[in-house]
């Protein structure tokens, strides 16, 4: 089963919660994973189920990073806001560059979210399923 992250920076919220109420039944079926309000927000205007991290700038998007370093994670959104400096930035970068490392696809804005999460309806994931068949055991 695939595992997904949601993250958006505050300016951006509204939008993650109106893409998640559009794409709702893409994401039924789905692990979901988000930072703590973001996915607050999303359950209270969707029936899906969220397993909430820390809010960002408390550790949240290590959280994830943690997941993405441990191929645990398969899709990352991440609705950043470019126009407004986040304290956390470091982490926001460091958790991209996980995404460039273990080849995760990450979406950064609604258009390239867009994109992927059509790509996740038409079964395009697939080839995250046999990353995880063959996946080495950690020891």
């Not at 958006?8 to 039944?25: G, L, Q, T």
């Not at 999303?42 to 397993?51: A, Q, R, Y």
């Not at 995760?104 to 399923?129: C, H, K, Q, Y």
């Amino acid at each position: 089963m695939l595992n997904i992250a949601f993250i958006a920076h505050d300016r951006k919220k509204e939008d993650i919660v109106n893409f998640a109420v559009a794409y709702e039944h893409v994401f039924q079926g789905k692990n979901l994973y988000s930072t703590g309000t973001t996915g607050q927000r999303i359950m209270e205007s969707t029936n899906l189920n969220i397993h909430r991290f820390l809010s960002g700038p408390l550790g949240g998007d290590q959280q994830i990073g943690a997941l993405i370093a441990q191929n645990e994670m398969d899709l990352v959104i991440f609705l950043r806001d470019p126009l407004m400096a986040q304290p956390h930035e470091p982490d926001i970068t460091a958790l991209l560059r996980l995404c460039d490392v273990h080849g995760i696809p990450v979406a950064t804005n609604m258009a390239s979210a867009e994109i992927l999460v059509r790509a996740l309806d038409r079964g395009d994931f697939a080839w995250r399923e046999l990353v995880e068949l063959l996946k080495p055991e950690l020891k």
